[in-house]
């Protein structure tokens, strides 16, 4: 079976240090996957997808970048982070003969 | 430029009771609709995908409807339980090959 995984959980930076968020997904192969992010109050915002290696689609402009090395690895990465960087991250998944996407349980990350 | 609504944000109810959450998206041409429930704190799971073509789709004790005509979507809970107490999330996916656009959902707290 499929499964995704997203580290760390949670997360305390400082305003201006570097970001590095991981998601790696098990079980299929050439997965589309999603970047979202969830402010306090507010429905997820799509950040990035990917359709394959090293493909990334940008769905908003702003100081967050990611990059796909390998074809089940996802990784969302800052060099400066914002205070409104603060938010909940979540990585997905979805392929195959169904239209649905499979969340990974989720990042907490607090810029101070 | 699809955008979609949650009404109510917030809802509690006493369990046992029998609820309705309601979707609305502002283009009627859409390629399916999702509900998704996330508890605190976690990702989102996938409850009921309707496709385009279909009125409704139930799993359990959920049921969902599709009206595409008016742009809107009801998920009908039946004999609700504490633990239905989560964010459920209506998405949309305008067209094939396109992304999900979410509500911001609706809090239900179910209390026993």
């Known amino acids: 079976s499929q499964t995704i995984h997203q580290w760390p959980a949670t997360l305390v930076q400082p305003v201006g240090s570097p970001l590095s968020l991981e998601c790696t997904v098990e079980?299929?192969?050439?997965?589309?996957l999603y970047w979202y992010r969830q402010a306090a109050g507010r429905g997820l915002q799509l950040l990035f997808y990917?359709?394959?290696?090293?493909?990334i689609s940008s769905e908003v402009p702003q100081n967050l970048s990611a990059s796909r090395p390998q074809d089940r690895q996802f990784i969302l990465s800052s060099k400066k982070l914002l205070l409104s960087d603060s938010g909940f991250y979540l990585c997905?998944?979805?392929?195959?003969?169904?239209?649905?996407?499979?969340f990974g349980p989720g990042t907490r990350l607090t810029v101070l | 430029k699809q955008e979609v609504t949650q009404i109510p944000a917030a809802l509690s109810v006493p369990e046992g009771e029998n609820l309705v959450l309601n979707c609305s998206f502002t283009?009627?041409?859409?390629?399916?609709l999702q509900w998704f429930r996330q508890d605190p704190g976690k990702g989102l799971t996938s409850l009921l995908l309707?496709?385009?073509?279909?009125r409704e789709q139930t799993s359990g004790r959920l049921n969902a409807s599709l009206d595409k005509s008016s742009g809107r979507s009801t998920l009908y809970i039946a004999a609700s339980q504490p633990g239905d107490s989560a964010t459920y999330l209506c998405?949309?996916?305008?067209?094939?090959?396109?992304?999900?656009?979410f509500g911001p959902g609706t809090r239900l707290s179910v209390l026993p």
């Open positions: 309707i496709q385009s073509s279909q």
């Open positions: 283009d009627s041409a859409i390629y399916n």
């Open positions: 998405a949309v996916i305008p067209n094939y090959g396109q992304n999900f656009v």
């Open positions: 990917s359709v394959g290696i090293g493909q």
């Open positions: 079980g299929t192969s050439n997965p589309n």
């Open positions: 997905a998944w979805s392929g195959g003969t169904t239209d649905t996407q499979y």
